[in-house]
């Protein structure tokens, strides 16, 4: 369970998310939208202790990731998922070497790794793909990769920043199919998304994040002209550099 | 422990290989500059080796002795001498010894001294001083004792000695430490074009739960490397140039400063030693400075 509880990240004089409290169960799938600059990105990375609070607290695990030190960062971040919007896989490693990347990191043995990258891969419907390079992949097959990389550290949580907005709307809803297949395991999905359509048909929770506040909180809610951004993709993601 | 260091191996061989051109940059950077450096290391223990070597011929402190001093009061003298700090030999000369190394040291015209109906030198004590830097205190303690005639003393020279090898050694050490900062900051900069290079890998390899030591070790490594290969590079070049000078002028410089060069052996080994340390602490340094920016969350 996360749990933000009157939560304030400034920027100098911006606001970032002000005084937002809410509470994500085991197992949702949360559809995060708003504006650009709305204060998703910080939403997300407060949860990632990528930056931290200047007031309030957020429990996770039952843990305050505020209160942190530096050395335990990384364990925090080993229990969650990123799907990054333009996907940020290397492109001199294969698919295989790809998603092994993420277990080396957090030093998984090697005589796990085959068994797992198998398991992950046939989730994403890329069995047999393993040794081919990005650049030999479509773009929605190449999302499939990064979710598979996401994925194969048996994260609690997956965040997802614009899974979607790279992608044409058939290759969108696939992906979508497969984000709800990890969900339906038992996996949280936060999932900061402008499409529309994807947020209605999709029927899932929605929060509103609009200058830096929680303006909606729907149990089954839909997108909202409000929410559009004029500049969604063209940021490069929340996570960009 | 060793999947850990043989994959950061594994991934800063193929971060030079990949920066090449800029590997290459770095090493022939840090190799100009510990050449310099080795230059100047060569050059400072020569120059301290003659200056020891000079500083020996001033090290003695001579003092002569009233007429009327006899042999057992003189004795008397030498026991006060020996008790003093900074004293290591206390030695007698008889005026007619020190008649006799006159006339060695005249030579062939020694027989002038011979037409002396007297002896005029006066007996005298020799006091050999530990570290010439502290001549003066010995100097100045035996002046005025009782039956010192006069002292004989190059203080002059003494102080000039003790002045231009501190100063020497004083000037070396900016000049290298200056250079050192000079090779961190060329290696520091070529890594962090690396670092921007991986920018993103790095950014998710932070996001995913990477430690800073695991991302931080391949580009640890690969300065390191760099570092030692410069390393044995300028070592083994100032090996071969200095052992062309002591064969080449090694004899001729000899006799021009009544010294010989260091050994070849002895330089070689320091040298290597230094280098190598050196090359791995700016390599290591260089690295960890350009990386702090990327670690910082």
Same mark, same amino acid.
């Given at each position: 369970m996360i749990e933000y509880k009157n939560v304030t990240k400034l920027y100098g004089d911006k606001v970032g998310i002000k005084d937002v409290s809410i509470q994500i169960d085991d197992g949702e799938f949360v559809f995060l939208v708003g504006p650009s600059g709305a204060g998703k990105s910080t939403f997300v990375k407060l949860l990632l202790r990528i930056i931290n609070a200047d007031a309030g607290t957020i429990l996770y695990n039952g843990y305050d990731v505020t209160d942190l030190d530096n050395v335990h960062i990384p364990k925090h971040r080993r229990s969650m998922g990123i799907i990054f919007q333009d996907f940020?896989?290397? @492109?001199?490693?294969?698919v295989y070497e790809n998603i092994a990347f993420a277990m080396e990191i957090i030093q998984k043995p090697h005589r796990m790794m085959k068994e797992q990258i198998t398991r992950v891969l046939e989730l994403v419907g890329?069995?047999?793909?393993?040794?081919?390079? @990005?650049?030999?992949?479509s773009i929605g097959e190449q999302q499939r990769v990064a979710i598979a990389r996401a994925i194969v550290n048996n994260p609690s949580i997956l965040i997802a920043d614009e899974p979607t907005g790279n992608l044409d709307p058939v290759t969108g809803w696939e992906i979508m199919k497969i984000l709800d297949k990890i969900n339906k395991r038992g996996t949280t999905v936060i999932m900061v998304t402008h499409s529309q359509e994807i947020v209605n048909a999709m029927d899932n929770r929605v929060v509103a994040i609009e200058d830096g506040l929680i303006v909606r909180d729907e149990e089954r809610g839909n997108y909202r002209p409000e929410d559009d951004s004029n500049d969604n993709n063209a940021e490069g993601g929340i996570f960009s550099l | 422990m060793n999947t850990r260091l043989i994959l950061a191996f594994r991934q800063a061989f193929s971060q030079i290989r990949r920066n090449l051109a800029m590997s290459f940059a770095s090493l022939f950077s840090i190799t100009a500059i510990m050449i310099v450096l080795g230059v100047f290391f060569i050059l400072i223990v020569n120059v301290n080796n003659i200056a020891e070597s000079v500083k020996q011929d001033f090290d003695t402190i001579q003092l002569y002795l009233d007429a009327d001093v006899t042999e057992e009061q003189a004795e008397d003298l030498m026991d006060d001498i020996k008790g003093?700090?900074?004293?290591?030999t206390v030695t007698y000369l008889d005026k007619n010894d020190a008649m006799e190394r006159w006339k060695k040291k005249w030579?062939?015209?020694?027989? !002038? !001294?011979?037409? !002396?109906?007297?002896?005029?030198l006066p007996n005298s004590i020799i006091i050999q001083v530990l570290r010439l830097e502290d001549a003066n205190s010995v100097y100045n303690a035996t002046k005025?004792?009782?039956?010192?005639e006069d002292v004989s003393y190059y203080q002059d020279t003494v102080e000039k000695l003790v002045t231009i090898t501190d100063a020497i050694q004083v000037g070396a050490i900016v000049i290298i430490v200056f250079m050192i900062i000079i090779s961190i900051v060329v290696v520091s900069n070529t890594i962090k074009l690396t670092v921007i290079a991986r920018g993103k890998e790095i950014m998710i390899m932070k996001y995913i739960g990477a430690t800073n030591w695991f991302v931080r070790a391949p580009f640890l490594l690969e300065g390191v490397l760099i570092g030692i290969v410069s390393a044995l590079i300028s070592g083994g070049l100032i090996t071969y140039l200095y052992d062309f000078i002591v064969k080449n002028y090694g004899v001729d410089i000899a006799l021009l400063v009544s010294t010989g060069l260091v050994p070849e052996m002895f330089l070689v080994k320091n040298l290597f030693i230094i280098f190598i340390a050196l090359g791995t602490s700016i390599g290591a340094c260089g690295s960890v400075i350009s990386m702090r920016r990327f670690l910082d969350n």
């Open positions: 940020s896989l290397l @492109p001199k490693k294969t890329l069995t047999g793909e393993e040794k081919k390079y @990005p650049h030999e992949l | 003093m700090d900074n004293v290591e030579g062939d015209n020694a027989n !002038l !001294l011979d037409r !002396l109906k007297t002896n005029p005025d004792m009782t039956g010192v």
